[in-house]
């Protein structure tokens, strides 16, 4: 079994910066990628950022300049440092990760149960 675990998350003024965690653990042999989603109540679940393996990085437009996804391979964690939040930064964040259980085995997509970030203006 694998477990991502998220943590960081919480209550900041607009303006305000929070670091989100996210530590994989279990039966993990190689991570493709890492990537945030956040969901807004009623809203979907959206890309804020993605890192694959080779540390390319891409980003949601809504949140370019401001927030930043790094990676420590060695302890299978990734964390989104989020600057200048926003309001409509509100949601639950989540964690997904790109992950093969063996060598040779295929990729399969794991997710965290979520961590809310609350932006009051």
């Known amino acids: 079994q694998v477990q991502l675990v998220e943590s960081g998350g919480g209550l900041v003024q607009a303006g305000g910066s929070l670091r989100l965690s996210c530590e994989g653990s279990?039966?993990?042999?190689?991570?493709?990628?890492m990537s945030w989603y956040r969901q807004s109540p009623g809203g979907q679940r959206e890309l804020v950022a993605v890192?694959?393996?080779?540390?390319?990085?891409n980003y949601a437009e809504s949140v370019t300049g401001r927030f930043t996804i790094s990676r420590d391979s060695a302890k299978n964690t990734v964390y989104l440092q989020m600057n200048s939040l926003k309001p409509e930064d509100t949601a639950i964040y989540y964690c997904?990760?790109?992950?093969?259980?063996?060598?040779?085995?295929?990729?399969?997509?794991?997710w965290g149960q979520g961590t809310q970030v609350t932006v009051s203006s």
């Open positions: 997904q990760a790109i992950l093969a259980y063996k060598a040779g085995s295929s990729w399969y997509s794991w």
């Open positions: 279990g039966n993990i042999f190689s991570i493709k990628s």
């Open positions: 890192i694959e393996s080779a540390g390319s990085t």
